[in-house]
């Protein structure tokens, strides 16, 4: 298996080698020189799997579908939504469409995204994303989920940007709380957030950043969280999306508030809400319950064990091996 990792500038940014057996990395720069050389390849079957529709990779995968690559494309993001975000600024929307009618097979990650391409194709199958139990080391179930009745901690990790995570929403959550005389501390793990002094204003002290932080080490500050939330704004990126800290949250078994991603609500302890009165309306129910009275989640389907499983009974199945 060859993984080609993206690089701006050069193969420093990713250097290549074989990083476990039989798995050898390559910068996408000398993949793009010298991908015409994989039609030599006589192995069987020859896959060539893209998450990235990048204009260079579809002429890569065109290429190669002709040698006899069967073309895999991922829909792993709202890649339009993220372009008008102003992030990927190499997309063209008639660069994915074309991903979308020359693959042999497609999966996304989330039913949007599966809906966003049904004019153009019916046969996408859903693999949501997932985690892996290793990455975040031996602390299922981690999270107390005390409910002091002083005080309600609240935590997130991930990206920051105002592009799709909702500062306004996190003002209203902690004014609502105060309103109904709930204290309500927040721990916010990540990068690109805003000018938070003036972004937060009178709230700033109820909110603590903790920067970038490893995923081994996450536990060290979910395990001293009551809940965890995704606070997104309302378009077509966030709804789109399916969060791999969604499955990381379950995993430290911390109950998860979302807004913005309206198809995370099937699964178990995750509410979804639109507005900062339900979001402290849901944080008051879940004080309630009691620890012997908190679910149990079972998780084996949300590994990423679990998901290359399904990807490989797709890509193992012969009525499309033949397209």
Not at 82 to 97: L, M, R, S, V
């Amino acid at each position: 298996m060859i993984y080609v990792a993206w690089v701006w500038h050069d193969e420093r940014e990713a250097p290549p080698g074989e990083i476990l057996e039989n798995l050898f990395q390559i910068p996408s720069n000398y993949f793009l020189e010298g991908y015409k050389a994989l039609g030599e390849l006589r192995a069987e079957p020859r896959l060539f799997v893209a998450e990235f529709p990048h204009p260079d990779f579809l002429k890569a995968a065109i290429r190669l579908r002709r040698e006899g690559f069967r073309i895999l494309y991922d829909i792993i993001d709202e890649w339009e939504a993220f372009h008008c975000a102003g992030q990927a600024i190499w997309y063209e929307k008639q660069i994915e469409e074309s991903f979308v009618v020359n693959a042999n097979f497609i999966t996304a990650v989330s039913q949007p995204l599966i809906e966003k391409f049904n004019g153009l194709r019916k046969d996408i199958s859903l693999i949501p994303n997932g985690f892996d139990p290793a990455v975040l080391g031996e602390h299922q179930n981690v999270a107390q989920r005390n409910f002091s009745q002083q005080e309600i901690k609240l935590g997130y990790f991930g990206h920051l940007t105002p592009s799709w995570f909702d500062w306004n929403f996190l003002k209203e959550i902690l004014k609502v709380s105060d309103e109904k005389n709930i204290d309500v501390h927040i721990s916010l793990i990540g990068y690109g957030e805003p000018d938070v002094d003036k972004t937060l204003g009178q709230y700033r002290d109820r909110i603590a950043f903790h920067g970038k932080v490893p995923p081994g080490e996450l536990f060290k500050y979910a395990e001293d969280w009551d809940v965890a939330m995704i606070p997104f704004i309302n378009n077509e990126l966030s709804e789109a999306v399916d969060p791999i800290k969604i499955y990381e949250y379950l995993y430290f078994g911390l109950p998860v508030i979302v807004k913005g991603i309206p198809h995370l609500g099937s699964l178990p302890s995750v509410s979804v809400v639109s507005d900062a009165e339900e979001f402290v309306d849901d944080l008051i129910s879940l004080r309630e319950i009691k620890q012997k009275d908190q679910k149990i989640v079972d998780l084996s389907e949300f590994t990423w064990d679990k998901r290359f499983s399904m990807l490989m009974e797709i890509l193992e199945d012969e009525s499309w091996m033949s397209l």
